[in-house]
């Protein structure tokens, strides 16, 4: 945490207070996914964190031709990873975040992508132990398209079925449950915790 809090910069957007304990929230849950991995540095990649004071509307400018700049408005967020070394989070989302151990936590999901990333892009396959990625590709794939079924089928699976969107968003809503629900996730998909287990060097079910 202290790397982390030296290392990366905290920018206000929207008139957004940043206080201390807002830094050392996402300080801590973001270290959190590294407790397990020493072998990993502190998100060698993300250099900002963006924060606005509640759930937000990106806007993103193109070019239209000819000087003139068109603006998309697009769906409303309370996190985002880039792949440029940013993620941009709302500070309401944070404190309920950590207020709720029910695996929905903005900030475990966002830096779950961070994490991700760490192993050469965002692809729901992140930096794990040798030898353990053919295991965890199969894996991740099965329970993928298993939630991907649930979904489709209307039915209230354990994982959010926002996972359902992707083996990126899938990777990352996972790692909410992990290690939010550690007890429960291993009950309900223990082929899948067990992988997690390695990949992250912990045991969420035994804290």
Same mark, same amino acid.
């Given at each position: 945490?202290? *790397?982390?809090?030296?290392?990366?910069?905290?920018?206000?957007?929207?008139?957004? =207070? #940043?206080?201390?304990?807002?830094?050392?929230?996402?300080?801590?849950? !973001?270290?959190?996914?590294?407790?397990? =991995?020493?072998?990993?540095?502190?998100?060698?990649?993300?250099?900002?964190?963006?924060?606005?004071?509640?759930?937000?509307?990106?806007?993103?400018?193109? @070019?239209?031709?000819?000087?003139?700049? !068109?603006?998309? +408005?697009? !769906?409303?967020?309370?996190?985002? @990873?880039?792949?440029?070394?940013? #993620?941009?989070? @709302?500070?309401?989302?944070?404190? *309920?975040?950590? =207020?709720?151990?029910?695996?929905?936590?903005?900030?475990?999901? +966002?830096?779950?992508?961070?994490?991700?990333?760490?192993?050469?892009? @965002?692809?729901?396959?992140?930096?794990?132990?040798?030898? *353990?990625?053919?295991?965890?590709?199969?894996?991740?794939?099965?329970?993928?398209? !298993?939630?991907?079924?649930?979904?489709?089928?209307?039915?209230?699976?354990?994982?959010?079925?926002?996972?359902?969107?992707?083996? #990126?968003?899938?990777?990352?809503?996972?790692?909410?449950?992990?290690?939010?629900?550690?007890? +429960?996730?291993?009950?309900?998909?223990?082929?899948?915790?067990?992988?997690?287990?390695?990949?992250?060097?912990?045991?969420?079910?035994?804290?």
């Amino acid at each position: 945490m202290r *790397l982390f809090l030296a290392r990366k910069t905290f920018v206000p957007c929207q008139g957004t =207070r #940043v206080d201390n304990d807002i830094r050392l929230s996402v300080a801590g849950q !973001a270290c959190l996914l590294l407790a397990g =991995r020493p072998d990993l540095e502190v998100y060698p990649e993300l250099s900002t964190i963006y924060l606005h004071p509640s759930t937000y509307v990106r806007r993103d400018d193109r @070019s239209i031709g000819g000087g003139a700049i !068109a603006t998309d +408005e697009e !769906a409303s967020f309370d996190g985002e @990873s880039w792949d440029h070394g940013a #993620v941009v989070l @709302s500070v309401r989302s944070v404190r *309920l975040s950590f =207020r709720f151990l029910d695996g929905f936590n903005v900030v475990l999901h +966002e830096f779950a992508h961070q994490f991700d990333s760490m192993a050469g892009g @965002s692809d729901g396959c992140p930096p794990m132990p040798a030898g *353990l990625m053919i295991d965890w590709k199969h894996a991740l794939d099965d329970h993928f398209h !298993a939630l991907r079924a649930a979904d489709d089928r209307g039915e209230d699976p354990f994982l959010d079925p926002y996972g359902a969107e992707s083996p #990126v968003e899938f990777f990352a809503v996972a790692v909410e449950a992990f290690l939010e629900l550690g007890p +429960e996730f291993e009950a309900e998909h223990p082929k899948l915790y067990g992988m997690l287990r390695e990949v992250f060097g912990m045991d969420p079910a035994r804290w």
